[in-house]
Every structure is written in structure tokens, then in C-alpha cells.
């Protein structure tokens, strides 16, 4: 068990449809990272939170944004939703503000299918 | 050219072999260098991390970088089952500091 906490495991939503992923991070984490898994894409970063802030910007699309709240768990916030974002998500995070050799915890991952 | 190159597999070996994990990769800014291993339905979880080139040792794993070749390598000495799971390398360096970057991950069976 990483200590990174993600809610919910499942998620089954229509296109067109928004939806939220949470995660907590690990206590006294201060960096949140949020990734997409896909079988043809592999694991991408998506974002990366630290203390509040966005810190880096990956291969995240406009129609998704995240968030990190004053207790540092953060909310990935998917909407306009289409069958192609069918995937895992993953949260991670890490002590610091994602230094080099920083090491990431990732937590379990929401499924989302979207039909 | 995708940055990261991982043969996805699948990879069969009997119980007690010596498994062999690559990836290669473009980015010559890269300067450190992950395995990840990822069990069914969970969450990636960090097995061994080295800088720049050379081996690290821990146990029955050794990874190996070998920067000149941009080419590094995973290795698994007296395989057992439960090394079953999906091996993903990881980069970082450069200007992407905060960002991992994966390859698609190798999926290893260990059959008893």
C-alpha cells in the first residue's frame, strides 16, 4: 500500500457526461501528479499540483482540469467526456515539488469507461 | 520517434530464469532512470531508480544504464512467480523535470 488514496476504483459514465476523480496523497506530501493509461498510449502525465499550485503541464487535454485543495488532495475533473478517454487513472505523489530523482507514489487508480 | 521504447511483450519464462526488461530512448537530456513494476488492477509501484549510467544491484534485480547507447535494462535473476506483473521504465531529466516519462510497459509471466 502506497498511502495514496484514490476515489472511486470504478467509474461508468455516457459521452457528453463530467466527472471527478479524487485523490489523496500521502501525509506530508506536498506534490500531486495525475496520469492517464491507455493500452495504445501508455502511462502520460497529465498535471502536476505542489502546495496548491500547478506546477507542470503534460499531455492534458483543455476539456480536463485539476485542482489541489488547502489539505493537499486533489481532483482531476474530466468533462464533455468521449469514448476515447476510457482509461486509468492514476494519482501519485511525492515529498517535494518534483525535483529531479524525486520519487512518486502512485496510488490505485480510478477505471473510468465511458459509452 | 516516441521518446520512450519498451517491447510490450508478453514474456513467458519458466520459474528461475534470469529475465532480461529494455527499453531504449531519444532524449539524451534524460538523466535518471526508473523501473516500475505494476501488478494486475494496481497502481505502478517504484522498483529501482539509477542515475546516469551504470548498474544498481538490490537482491534478485539489477538495472543497468548505459547512456552512450541511450539503452538500459532491467534484470530479474531466479525469476519467481510472484515477479509477475508489468515492468514500465521510466525517464526524467532535462527540461522535463517534473515530468516521468514512461515507456508502454512489458508484461512478464513467471509460470511455476
Known amino acids: 500500500d502506497s498511502g495514496v488514496t484514490q476515489t472511486p476504483k470504478h467509474l461508468i459514465t455516457a459521452t457528453g457526461q463530467r466527472v471527478t476523480l479524487r485523490c489523496s496523497p500521502r501525509?506530508?506530501?506536498?506534490?500531486v501528479y495525475w496520469y492517464q493509461q491507455s493500452l495504445d498510449q501508455g502511462l502520460q502525465f497529465l498535471i502536476q499540483?505542489?502546495?496548491?499550485?500547478?506546477?507542470a503541464k503534460g499531455n492534458i487535454l483543455e476539456r480536463f482540469s485539476a485542482q489541489q485543495f488547502p489539505d493537499l488532495h486533489s481532483e482531476l475533473n474530466l468533462s464533455s467526456l468521449e469514448l476515447g478517454d476510457s482509461a486509468l487513472y492514476f494519482c501519485?505523489?511525492?515529498?517535494?515539488?518534483?525535483?529531479?530523482?524525486?520519487?512518486?507514489?502512485f496510488g490505485p487508480g480510478t477505471r473510468l469507461l465511458v459509452l | 520517434q516516441k521518446e520512450v521504447e519498451q517491447d510490450p511483450g508478453p514474456l513467458s519464462v519458466p520459474e528461475g530464469a534470469i529475465v532480461s526488461l529494455n527499453c531504449t530512448y531519444s532524449?539524451?537530456?534524460?538523466?535518471?532512470f526508473m523501473w516500475y513494476r505494476q501488478y494486475s488492477r494496481k497502481g505502478p509501484e517504484l522498483l529501482m531508480y539509477?542515475?546516469?549510467?551504470g548498474n544498481k544491484e538490490d537482491g534478485r534485480f539489477t538495472a543497468q544504464v548505459d547512456k552512450s547507447s541511450k539503452y538500459i535494462s532491467l534484470f530479474i535473476r531466479d525469476s519467481q512467480p510472484s515477479d509477475s506483473a508489468t515492468y514500465l521504465c521510466?525517464?526524467?531529466?532535462?527540461?522535463?523535470?517534473?515530468?516521468?516519462?514512461f515507456g508502454k510497459g512489458t508484461l512478464l509471466t513467471v509460470n511455476p
Open positions: 499540483y505542489y502546495n496548491g499550485e500547478e506546477r
Open positions: 539509477t542515475y546516469s549510467s
Open positions: 532524449n539524451s537530456a534524460f538523466q535518471y
Open positions: 521510466a525517464m526524467e531529466g532535462g527540461g522535463s523535470n517534473y515530468k516521468l516519462t
Open positions: 501525509s506530508g506530501d506536498l506534490s
Open positions: 501519485a505523489s511525492s515529498g517535494g515539488a518534483g525535483h529531479l530523482g524525486e520519487t512518486q507514489y
